[in-house]
């Protein structure tokens, strides 16, 4: 019997962030890779992480989204040590057996974000939160808890990369995206199919004519840099579809570069 996603009979009510863990069922995991299409996202993206963290000097990176293992594998295969977590133990399973297919073997951790140091025991020098990811959040208590856990999660001088969809786009204009960054895959239809202030909910159909969902939080850009500022970020630099310069209109995502590392004004 196929497992199905249940949001009950309104699920535009489902506005909680413990539902991720019953929207990433094995069904819609096994085809989560058609939806991002590895080989486009690596071409769309290039360097531009890898760029980052090289200039930053960093070589310890936790991966707090793993998802299907794209970025925690990319990082391996460019030399940087990875420590891979995320909250759906289907999704890390996926991921584990993606790596093994690349002769790659993860360092997998079923982390909560909102406790992530009881389970991560260690500093990184950056931390990356991408596919998306952060949106899964509901309440503005578990994106600060989240948040502040990452923070402590750094070195002093680390970094916390973190990406989300263009929601301000979507609440104010409706949606459009071009799928040319991060959902690539052919003949799939990643859109909403409801929007609020407090909801995205997603719609995904594969070209078996199989249909899931997710809810999402839709989370405006200065919200979430108003968010990383008051955690302790000293900076951030937000770039729209890997771009430093952009039109807010344009891009499908943000992508968040948040400082830990505290300088001086040049006032001071």
Same mark, same amino acid.
């Given at each position: 019997?196929?497992?199905?996603?249940?949001?009950?009979?309104?699920?535009?009510?489902?506005?909680?962030?413990?539902?991720?863990?019953?929207?990433?069922?094995?069904? &819609?995991?096994?085809?989560?890779?058609?939806? %991002? @299409?590895?080989?486009?996202?690596?071409?769309?993206?290039?360097?531009?992480?890898?760029?980052?963290?090289?200039?930053?000097?960093?070589k310890?990176?936790?991966?707090?989204?793993?998802?299907?293992?794209?970025?925690?594998?990319? +990082?391996?295969?460019?030399?940087?040590?990875?420590?891979s977590?995320?909250?759906?133990p289907?999704?890390?399973?996926?991921?584990?057996?993606?790596?093994?297919? #690349?002769?790659?073997?993860?360092?997998?951790?079923?982390? @909560?974000? #909102?406790?992530?140091?009881?389970?991560?025991?260690?500093?990184?020098?950056?931390?990356?939160? &991408?596919?998306?990811?952060?949106?899964?959040?509901?309440?503005e208590?578990?994106?600060?808890?989240?948040?502040?856990?990452?923070?402590?999660?750094?070195?002093?001088?680390?970094?916390?990369? &973190?990406?989300?969809?263009?929601? @301000?786009? %979507?609440?104010? #204009?409706?949606?459009?995206?071009?799928?040319?960054?991060?959902?690539?895959?052919?003949?799939?239809?990643a859109?909403?199919?409801?929007?609020?202030?407090g &909801?995205?909910?997603?719609?995904?159909?594969?070209?078996?004519?199989?249909?899931?969902?997710?809810?999402?939080?839709?989370?405006?850009?200065?919200?979430?840099?108003?968010?990383?500022?008051?955690?302790?970020?000293?900076?951030?630099?937000?770039?729209?579809?890997?771009?430093?310069?952009?039109?807010?209109?344009?891009?499908?995502?943000?992508?968040?570069?948040?400082?830990?590392?505290?300088? +001086?004004?040049?006032?001071?």
């Amino acid at each position: 019997m196929t497992q199905k996603q249940n949001y009950g009979s309104d699920p535009v009510k489902i506005r909680e962030t413990d539902q991720y863990k019953a929207e990433y069922i094995e069904s &819609l995991v096994e085809r989560w890779d058609q939806l %991002i @299409d590895w080989d486009a996202r690596a071409e769309s993206e290039g360097h531009f992480f890898i760029d980052i963290l090289r200039e930053r000097g960093a070589k310890r990176i936790l991966d707090v989204a793993t998802g299907t293992g794209f970025h925690s594998l990319k +990082l391996l295969e460019n030399g940087f040590d990875v420590v891979s977590a995320d909250g759906s133990p289907v999704m890390l399973a996926k991921a584990f057996e993606n790596a093994r297919k #690349r002769n790659k073997i993860l360092h997998t951790v079923h982390a @909560d974000w #909102r406790w992530l140091n009881q389970d991560i025991h260690e500093k990184f020098d950056a931390i990356i939160c &991408l596919g998306n990811s952060f949106t899964h959040l509901f309440s503005e208590q578990d994106r600060r808890k989240s948040l502040a856990e990452f923070y402590a999660a750094l070195r002093h001088d680390g970094i916390l990369i &973190l990406d989300q969809r263009n929601y @301000d786009n %979507i609440l104010d #204009r409706g949606f459009s995206s071009k799928h040319v960054y991060y959902y690539c895959g052919d003949n799939i239809k990643a859109e909403p199919e409801y929007v609020d202030e407090g &909801l995205a909910r997603f719609r995904y159909e594969f070209p078996d004519q199989s249909v899931f969902h997710l809810n999402m939080y839709p989370l405006r850009k200065n919200y979430v840099r108003n968010l990383m500022r008051e955690v302790g970020f000293q900076t951030i630099t937000t770039y729209g579809d890997f771009q430093e310069t952009y039109h807010s209109e344009e891009p499908d995502f943000f992508v968040h570069v948040a400082d830990k590392k505290y300088e +001086l004004e040049e006032n001071e």
